[in-house]
């Protein structure tokens, strides 16, 4: 929090919202689904791709305001599966976006500690792209900050797929495959974010109310944010706002507050008769 503070200018709106976080209730993981980069430009008579460059500069701001904030986890839902449905031209401008904002933020990453990973099928990702990815993610990987989760070519349901294959491939090698029984523990720790912990704040920019297949397994006990605010004007503030609203909920796991939990039990005494 300290290190956030230094780099904004006081009386700022940002600063004014830091100061407000409770450092000791920070999300340890926060999933965002990044959309409305298209209506975004289309609001300003400019091509979808323009939309898309303004929103690299919310993904650098969030980054590092992430890093700063000492987040542990940031995973960012940077290409879908599905969006392979998209115009090649599309397409092609946004590996492009990709290639020049880790060109352009590995000294950042350095710098701030940042370690870089990417979820998802990138086996099948374009080559340049892919080369890229994999020359930052080596670099950084000794760095022991933040952890960024880039999702490219990924699916909530494939991740779920992947790791149940994986696991009957271990269960096959081992010649276990007839007494496989899966629990939740073993698909935790097949699935694409094994040792992590799941998302606690998951957050959809530009108002629209889906998951879009995104960390299906990952958000089952995450606080859903939803802003109408467009991702390339999504920065500093916007997470902050979200951290705010997150730290006002009371999570409870399919349990009771503590103070539900003294009510219930004074019930007992009193209990309905159930018949
Ligand atoms: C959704 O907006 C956004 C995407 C499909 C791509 C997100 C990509 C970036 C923010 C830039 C590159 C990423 C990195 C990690 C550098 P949309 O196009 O679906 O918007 P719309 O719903 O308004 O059409």
Not at 6 to 23: K, S
Not at 43 to 60: E, N, Q, T, Y
Not at 169 to 197: F, W, Y
Request: charge should be neutral; hydrophobic fraction near 40%; proline fraction near 4%.
């Amino acid at each position: 929090m300290q290190e956030l503070l230094r780099v904004l200018d006081p009386g700022t709106e940002d600063w004014g919202l830091a100061r407000l976080i409770d450092p000791s209730r920070l999300p340890a993981h926060v999933a965002i689904i990044m959309d409305g980069n298209g209506r975004w430009a289309k609001r300003r008579f400019l091509p979808r791709v323009a939309g898309h460059k303004a929103g690299v500069d919310s993904v650098r701001s969030v980054m590092e305001t992430a890093a700063r904030l000492r987040v542990e986890v940031l995973t960012l839902y940077a290409f879908s599966s599905e969006n392979w449905k998209r115009p090649k031209s599309e397409i092609d401008t946004l590996f492009r976006l990709l290639r020049f904002f880790l060109r352009q933020e590995l000294a950042t990453m350095m710098e701030q500690n940042i370690q870089l990973n990417a979820i998802g099928r990138i086996e099948d990702l374009p080559e340049q792209a892919r080369d890229e990815l994999h020359r930052v993610i080596g670099l950084t990987s000794r760095n022991n900050g933040l952890k960024v989760n880039l999702a490219l070519n990924y699916s909530g349901r494939s991740d779920i797929i992947d790791g149940v294959n994986r696991l009957i491939e271990e269960a096959r090698a081992q010649g276990q495959l007839g007494s496989l029984e899966i629990s939740e523990e073993m698909l935790q720790g097949a699935v694409s974010t094994s040792g992590l912990p799941d998302p606690d704040l998951l957050i959809r920019t530009s108002g629209e109310m889906r998951i879009s297949n995104f960390l299906l397994w990952q958000i089952a006990y995450a606080e859903i944010y939803v802003t109408q605010t467009y991702w390339p004007d999504f920065r500093c503030a916007d997470l902050l706002r979200a951290i705010l609203d997150f730290q006002k909920r009371e999570r409870r796991f399919g349990g009771l507050s503590a103070l539900e939990r003294v009510q219930a039990e004074d019930q007992v005494a009193e209990a309905v008769p159930v018949r």
